[in-house]
């Protein structure tokens, strides 16, 4: 008898079928976790770089900042000097004193991994020449040898249209390198002084003093304020910003803003600076208060733009009003109330009410570098410092 077997080879093939589908799909799935980390950790690289550029680039600002302000800090020790948690990393940075006008500015910023650094030049200009009269003083009694004595100091001049009772205190100045006018029911409690004419009742005991000369308007870095808010990661691109949230009080005392701010009802505690223009205006029920958190800092800052409050409430500003290229203009009727000062590179206009200001004596900001001391009308102004090569 003869026996045959019978073998079952379709299933043993199927089975070395699906051995290879598993290994293939385990080789796929290898292969595509492999490559999502990959591409996981390469992204975290890109970002690292990016961001240690960045902490690079504001170390250099910080140093630019510093010599803006004071030249002789390329070598009394100031630097190296090494920044811990900047903006989620670290930052070094170094100046080398290349001649009494020129100094190298080397930064290096390292976030996670990476690490990117930026070499630029700082060059010594000189001082500004000829700066009139850098020094108040030349009318009997308003301040001397010092430019942030003044409640109101104006490159321009002053047309106020409406009603006022406006006090600026006992002894305080006013100074207007314009023409000053008034239309209305004006009163001027506090003494006026003008580069050109003065149309303006001032109250009992104060003092109108036209043709009195031109004063400079004392110019502030903005760059050291810049370097404080990029520190603390509170300086921000906005083409309108109204400040909200923890902006309002703004860690490190000084809140930058790439473009306008843009106030309304609510308090405020920092130094508030807009690259653009400056604007405020209260509704309804509310009010609004600006007050600064460190004396050295103004209160309000606009780099090449104006400050305007358009306003139909109460509002208050403690501190120094800076305008480093334009004009202060209020509108509307209500309580003001300005306890500081006002410094305006254009002029100081109103239309409409304004009862209620206090000048409040004002210590000389950061980033002020006086020419020298006394009055003049031919003394030159601080050196300027800038940025005259960017090697990497």
């Given at each position: 008898?003869?026996?045959?077997?019978?073998?079952?080879?379709?299933?043993?093939?199927?089975?070395?079928?699906?051995?290879?589908?598993?290994?293939?799909?385990?080789?796929?799935?290898?292969?595509?976790?492999?490559?999502?980390?990959?591409?996981?950790?390469?992204?975290?690289?890109?970002?690292?770089?990016?961001?240690?550029?960045?902490?690079?680039?504001?170390?250099?600002?910080?140093?630019?900042?510093?010599?803006?302000?004071?030249?002789?800090?390329?070598?009394?020790?100031?630097?190296?000097?090494?920044?811990?948690?900047?903006?989620?990393?670290?930052?070094?940075?170094?100046?080398?004193?290349?001649?009494?006008?020129?100094?190298?500015?080397?930064?290096?910023?390292?976030?996670?991994?990476?690490?990117?650094?930026?070499?630029?030049?700082?060059?010594?200009?000189?001082?500004?020449?000829?700066?009139?009269?850098?020094?108040?003083?030349?009318?009997?009694?308003?301040?001397?040898?010092?430019?942030?004595?003044?409640?109101?100091?104006?490159?321009?001049?002053?047309?106020?249209?409406?009603?006022?009772?406006?006090?600026?205190?006992?002894?305080?100045?006013?100074?207007?390198?314009?023409?000053?006018?008034?239309?209305?029911?004006?009163?001027?409690?506090?003494?006026?002084?003008?580069?050109?004419?003065?149309?303006?009742?001032?109250?009992?005991?104060?003092?109108?003093?036209?043709?009195?000369?031109?004063?400079?308007?004392?110019?502030?870095?903005?760059?050291?304020?810049?370097?404080?808010?990029?520190?603390?990661?509170?300086?921000?691109?906005?083409?309108?910003?109204?400040?909200?949230?923890?902006?309002?009080?703004?860690?490190?005392?000084?809140?930058?803003?790439?473009?306008?701010?843009?106030?309304?009802?609510?308090?405020?505690?920092?130094?508030?600076?807009?690259?653009?223009?400056?604007?405020?205006?209260?509704?309804?029920?509310?009010g609004l208060v600006v007050t600064t958190n460190n004396p050295n800092?103004?209160?309000?800052?606009?780099?090449?733009?104006?400050?305007?409050?358009?306003?139909?409430?109460?509002?208050?500003?403690?501190?120094?009003?800076?305008?480093?290229?334009?004009?202060?203009?209020?509108?509307?009727?209500?309580?003001?109330?300005?306890?500081?000062?006002?410094?305006?590179?254009?002029?100081?206009?109103?239309?409409?009410?304004?009862?209620?200001?206090?000048?409040r004596y004002i210590p000389t900001p950061m980033g002020y570098n006086?020419?020298?001391?006394?009055?003049?009308?031919?003394?030159?102004?601080?050196?300027?410092?800038?940025?005259?090569?960017?090697?990497?």
């Open positions: 008898m003869k026996t045959s077997i019978q073998r079952n080879t379709r299933s043993g093939s199927s089975l070395v079928t699906v051995m290879i589908v598993v290994v293939t799909m385990g080789a796929l799935l290898a292969t595509a976790l492999s490559v999502s980390l990959q591409n996981s950790f390469s992204t975290q690289r890109q970002a690292d770089r990016i961001r240690s550029i960045a902490i690079a680039e504001g170390g250099c600002n910080r140093a630019y900042g510093i010599l803006a302000n004071n030249w002789a800090a390329r070598t009394n020790g100031t630097f190296p000097m090494t920044l811990t948690n900047y903006c989620g990393g670290t930052c070094d940075i170094y100046v080398r004193p290349v001649s009494t006008n020129i100094a190298v500015i080397s930064s290096t910023g390292m976030a996670g991994r990476a690490s990117a650094s930026v070499v630029v030049d700082a060059m010594n200009y000189g001082p500004t020449p000829g700066a009139t009269n850098i020094y108040p003083g030349t009318a009997q009694g308003e301040p001397t040898g010092n430019p942030f004595g003044y409640a109101i100091l104006c490159g321009g001049g002053m047309t106020w249209v409406g009603n006022a009772d406006f006090d600026i205190g006992t002894g305080a100045w006013i100074h207007a390198n314009g023409d000053i006018s008034a239309n209305g029911t004006q009163v001027m409690n506090g003494n006026l002084a003008s580069g050109g004419t003065i149309d303006f009742p001032v109250g009992a005991g104060y003092t109108n003093i036209p043709n009195d000369g031109q004063i400079s308007i004392p110019e502030i870095a903005f760059e050291p304020y810049f370097a404080i808010a990029a520190s603390n990661k509170m300086a921000i691109t906005n083409a309108s910003y109204n400040p909200t949230g923890s902006y309002c009080t703004p860690a490190g005392g000084v809140l930058w803003v790439q473009g306008d701010i843009e106030f309304d009802n609510g308090t405020y505690k920092g130094c508030f600076i807009a690259t653009g223009d400056i604007t405020f205006k209260t509704t309804g029920g509310g800092y103004p209160v309000l800052m606009a780099q090449s733009g104006f400050v305007e409050a358009k306003q139909t409430k109460d509002f208050s500003i403690t501190g120094l009003t800076y305008i480093a290229t334009q004009y202060f203009s209020k509108s509307g009727n209500g309580d003001a109330m300005i306890y500081g000062s006002i410094i305006a590179k254009g002029n100081v206009d109103k239309n409409g009410g304004w009862d209620g200001a206090m000048y006086p020419a020298g001391a006394g009055s003049s009308t031919t003394e030159n102004g601080p050196d300027r410092i800038g940025i005259s090569a960017w090697h990497k």
